[in-house]
T-cell receptor, first 108, second 113 residues
Framework: AQRVTQPEKLLSVFKGAPVELKCNYSYSGSPELFWYVQYSRQRLQLLLRHISRESIKGFTADLNKGETSFHLKKPFAQEEDSAMYYCALRGSQGNLIFGKGTKLSVKP | DGGITQSPKYLFRKEGQNVTLSCEQNLNHDAMYWYRQDPGQGLRLIYYSQIVNDFQKGDIAEGYSVSREKKESFPLTVTSAQKNPTAFYLC????????????FGSGTRLTVV
């Protein structure tokens, strides 16, 4: 089965604290994973892809095939990071399979 | 300015009526997708199309229909058979094969009254 699991519905941290949004996947084969973000009143947009190994807005995510995880991390959270975050897996048909999302709230 | 446009932004429908949501893109993308977004449910795939005049059912296609007569357009019809149509609907497009992922529209919020 192809599946993405985001175990936390809501994650609340204080400004300046580290943040880790968890994502686990189920996929037979070589996975391609993404993180999407949806800020309030904005459209869903790509944050980063595992194949590009980039850091966007201070966020990084490393694919761990042994643990089938693709957790999103940032060492120092900012208030403007407050948003809905979705982990996604490219399915065998090419379509993206999304997790249920985690709402990140960064408190001042 | 390239992008993907969904209209209308808000839509109200009476029970028993069909309603069609518009999705247009000028990105020259071959593939287009419809997702339904509900609180706590994430994004669930309704239908997708990888080429003109062809489309496939997603995970929750019952009560919905689509057409893909033009590359730029992928309208979604929510029929009276859809038991719980009130939701936020997102359209997306991508290259084939998908390169950098999807480009999303701004969504249509459908409310059944």
């Amino acid at each position: 089965a192809q599946r993405v699991t985001q175990p936390e519905k809501l994650l609340s941290v204080f400004k300046g604290a580290p943040v880790e949004l968890k994502c686990n996947y189920s996929y037979s084969g070589s996975p391609e994973l993404f993180w999407y973000v949806q800020y309030s009143r904005q459209r869903l947009q790509l944050l980063l892809r595992h194949i590009s190994r980039e850091s966007i807005k201070g966020f990084t995510a490393d694919l761990n095939k042994g643990e089938t995880s693709f957790h999103l991390k940032k060492p120092f959270a900012q208030e403007e990071d407050s948003a809905m975050y979705y982990c996604a897996l490219r399915g065998s048909q090419g379509n993206l399979i999304f997790g249920k999302g985690t709402k990140l709230s960064v408190k001042p | 300015d390239g992008g993907i446009t969904q209209s209308p932004k808000y839509l109200f429908r009476k029970e028993g009526q069909n309603v069609t949501l518009s999705c247009e893109q000028n990105l020259n993308h071959d593939a287009m997708y419809w997702y339904r977004q509900d609180p706590g449910q994430g994004l669930r795939l309704i239908y997708y199309s990888q080429i003109v005049n062809d489309f496939q059912k997603g995970d929750i296609a019952e009560g919905y229909s689509v057409s893909r007569e033009k590359k730029e357009s992928f309208p979604l019809t929510v029929t009276s058979a859809q038991k719980n149509p009130t939701a936020f609907y997102l359209c997306a497009s991508s290259t084939t094969p998908p390169g950098v992922g999807y480009t999303f529209g701004s969504g249509t919020r459908l409310t059944v009254v």
